[in-house]
């Protein structure tokens, strides 16, 4: 019990030491973590970009694989592509600038197919997805993440990990011209 509690006073006091911003304008952050649902796990990977201090736009790929425990031992995969947009309510309930709580909305088409034995269809189709989530500031360069959501069949919430590339994309010198 007393290191879980010294625990949560070292990431208080280190949360309030660093001065560093979640979630301002320009930022790019790739986004990797592992996601679940009633259909079981699922890989997640994306991008994220900043377009202000309060909205996000950017793209996710899921990849879920789940076994159907009957008779014939299903296997099932389901595979998505979304492009999201996400309002961030940093400055808006003035949160702390390690915490970055966000709300949106994803655009996506779902592929769901299984083995040859299973007798339902394999379908693809377009869905809408809502998403809430935050993300904890941990460095400059790396948050830990927590979502979930609802209008897709694929996760019902995610854990992960927030890369920030933005500034390696911004201030990398340009390639070499060859003449």
């Not at 034995?117 to 869905?127: K, L, Q, R, V, Y």
């Not at 997805?129 to 694929?154: A, K, M, N, V, W």
Request: aromatic share 14%.
């Amino acid at each position: 019990m007393k290191k879980n509690i010294m625990f949560l006073i070292f990431i208080s006091v280190f949360s309030i030491i660093s001065a560093q911003k979640s979630f301002i304008k320009g930022d790019i952050l790739l986004t990797e973590g592992f996601g679940w649902s009633n259909r079981g796990i699922s890989f997640n990977c994306g991008l994220d970009y900043a377009l202000t201090n309060v909205i996000s736009v950017g793209g996710e790929f899921i990849y879920g694989l789940y076994k159907e425990s009957s008779i014939n031992n299903y296997k099932h995969t389901t595979k998505a592509i979304i492009v999201k947009g996400s309002y961030h309510f940093n400055e808006v309930l003035d949160l702390h600038e390690k915490w970055d709580l966000y709300v949106g909305l994803g655009l996506g088409y779902y592929i769901f197919s299984s083995n040859s034995t299973f007798s339902g269809d394999n379908i693809s189709i377009p869905g809408l997805s809502g998403h809430i989530g935050c993300r904890f500031l941990y460095s400059d360069l790396l948050r830990f993440t927590l979502e979930f959501s609802g209008g897709d069949d694929i996760k019902n919430g995610k854990i992960g990990i927030a890369i920030k590339i933005g500034d390696y994309v911004k201030k990398r010198t340009p390639m070499p011209k060859f003449k």
